[in-house]
């Protein structure tokens, strides 16, 4: 007997430790918000778990702030459906041709470009192709100037039409050779519309000041629900951490609720009292874990990432995450739950655990992040006339005892869309 009875008590354990290590996972992966959400459906659930009325109160207010910041920024700032569509029944009549108009509205991207051709307009709609062009052409005359461009160099032509300080060659450039323009062609483009270098650059600068991205400007901006869980200040030079008024939330037992039904002799309520009340301290210790976890790990990282918390010019130092796995003896798959959607408040705003992380460059054992920020300044630094070839960008990298080859300088330069030397020069 004694035997059969060992396996039956590790299943038991196994019964138990499951539901409390599947909780603590979701509660970690849970942003602040979806936790209050969550525990509200809790309490819906398990009539003695109760909330602390502070967390409903700082959810409510939290939900109040967001919805009065997307008001404001509605009245402030209109739809690109909106501002089109208060246009055209501004300057057309209710006609076919405006309800094409209308059609091509519904086809724009976020950029304010036109996602289908004629032809799959035409396909599409079963109106003339003639008719959807002309519905096309009015699109492109409303505001803001670009609207309803097929590529970019339509975009351009069309801001380029509307403005009277616009290079005298500008459009006929734009519209034939937008990418010598691009890549610095000058002689070129010089001798091919018998103009000087020098007009030939204004026109370079001229498209600068244009958009190409003309419907990106009715895009809101406003990230709701950045609750931060943690906080760091400097005090004469010494980093304060802090849990912040959002952090994690413990629950509480109603304790007389639950004595109240334990004077019955009825077995089935038993059991269920029995039960919800396993749920409730399997809840909470997953709460406390999860409090601890990000403490302890929002606390590691504003150690390792000193310096730029004392200055923000600073660079970040290499921190990955198996750095912190091993340092806290925790997976690494909770350090990433535990960095992703949690926000700490600093001094330069509340930004997202997961931004301090900086991956080691794999010729060095500077962070990427320091090897970028190097690289930017003597981007910054050289002769526009005579600019750095990714090799002695490279050779001057070392003179600073950073170690990167010239592919890998090319590397960096891609990720961060910075052209080419030839394509850097003026």
């Known amino acids: 007997m004694e035997f059969k009875h060992q396996p039956q008590q590790v299943q038991k354990q196994k019964q138990s430790y499951i539901p409390n290590l599947l909780q603590g996972v979701h509660l970690l992966q849970l942003n602040r918000v979806d936790l209050s959400t969550y525990l509200t459906n809790q309490i819906l659930e398990n009539p003695f778990i109760d909330i602390p009325e502070q967390e409903s109160r700082l959810i409510q207010s939290a939900l109040k702030e967001t919805a009065s910041a997307i008001e404001q920024t509605t009245a402030s700032q209109p739809s690109l459906f909106d501002f089109l569509k208060e246009q055209i029944e501004l300057f057309y009549r209710k006609t076919y041709l405006r309800e094409l108009l209308f059609w091509w509205v519904n086809q724009l991207d976020h950029k304010g470009y036109v996602t289908k051709t004629i032809d799959e307009a035409a396909e599409e709609t079963g109106a003339d192709t003639v008719e959807l062009l002309d519905a096309l052409t009015l699109l492109q005359q409303l505001d803001p100037p670009g609207i309803g461009a097929r590529d970019l160099r339509e975009c351009l032509l069309l801001q380029t039409e509307r403005l009277d300080f616009a290079p005298a060659i500008a459009y006929i450039i734009i519209e034939e050779n937008l990418k010598s323009?691009?890549?610095?062609?000058?002689?070129?483009?010089?001798?091919?519309?018998?103009?000087?270098?020098?007009?030939?650059?204004?026109?370079?600068?001229?498209?600068?000041?244009?958009?190409?991205?003309?419907?990106?400007?009715?895009?809101?901006?406003?990230?709701?629900?950045?609750?931060?869980?943690?906080?760091?200040?400097?005090?004469?030079?010494?980093?304060?951490?802090?849990?912040?008024?959002?952090?994690?939330?413990?629950?509480?037992?109603?304790?007389?609720?639950?004595?109240?039904?334990?004077?019955?002799?009825?077995?089935?309520?038993?059991?269920?009292?029995?039960?919800?009340?396993?749920?409730?301290?399997?809840?909470?210790?997953?709460?406390?874990?999860?409090?601890?976890?990000?403490?302890?790990?929002?606390?590691?990282?504003?150690?390792?990432?000193?310096?730029?918390?004392?200055?923000?010019?600073?660079?970040?130092?290499?921190?990955?995450?198996?750095?912190?796995?091993?340092?806290?003896?925790?997976?690494?798959?909770?350090?990433?739950?535990?960095?992703?959607?949690?926000?700490?408040?600093?001094?330069?705003?509340?930004?997202?655990?997961?931004?301090?992380?900086?991956?080691?460059?794999?010729?060095?054992?500077?962070?990427?992040?320091?090897?970028?920020?190097?690289?930017?300044?003597?981007?910054?630094?050289?002769?526009?006339?005579?600019?750095?070839?990714?090799?002695?960008?490279?050779?001057?990298?070392?003179?600073?005892?950073?170690?990167?080859?010239?592919?890998?300088?090319?590397?960096?330069?891609?990720?961060?869309?910075?052209?080419?030397?030839?394509?850097?020069?003026?």
């Open 181 to 426: 323009l691009i890549a610095k062609k000058w002689p070129f483009l010089a001798e091919s519309y018998d103009v000087t270098e020098a007009e030939v650059k204004e026109v370079y600068h001229f498209i600068h000041k244009l958009t190409p991205s003309p419907g990106e400007a009715y895009q809101s901006s406003f990230t709701p629900f950045v609750l931060p869980e943690l906080s760091v200040s400097v005090d004469e030079d010494e980093l304060i951490i802090r849990e912040t008024k959002y952090r994690t939330p413990l629950v509480t037992f109603n304790h007389d609720y639950f004595k109240e039904l334990s004077s019955s002799d009825d077995p089935k309520l038993m059991s269920y009292i029995k039960e919800k009340r396993t749920e409730y301290d399997i809840l909470q210790r997953s709460l406390e874990k999860r409090k601890e976890t990000i403490l302890r790990v929002g606390t590691a990282i504003i150690m390792h990432q000193q310096a730029y918390f004392k200055d923000p010019d600073a660079s970040l130092a290499p921190l990955q995450l198996n750095d912190l796995a091993e340092e806290l003896n925790l997976d690494q798959s909770t350090i990433s739950r535990a960095v992703r959607e949690t926000y700490i408040e600093t001094p330069y705003g509340s930004k997202e655990l997961k931004t301090f992380l900086s991956r080691r460059s794999s010729q060095s054992d500077m962070s990427k992040d320091y090897i970028l920020k190097v690289l930017l300044q003597l981007l910054q630094s050289e002769d526009k006339a005579n600019p750095l070839s990714d090799q002695a960008l490279s050779d001057a990298l070392k003179a600073q005892d950073i170690t990167l080859s010239r592919r890998g300088v090319a590397k960096y330069r891609k990720q961060q869309n910075i052209p080419s030397s030839k394509q850097r020069q003026e």
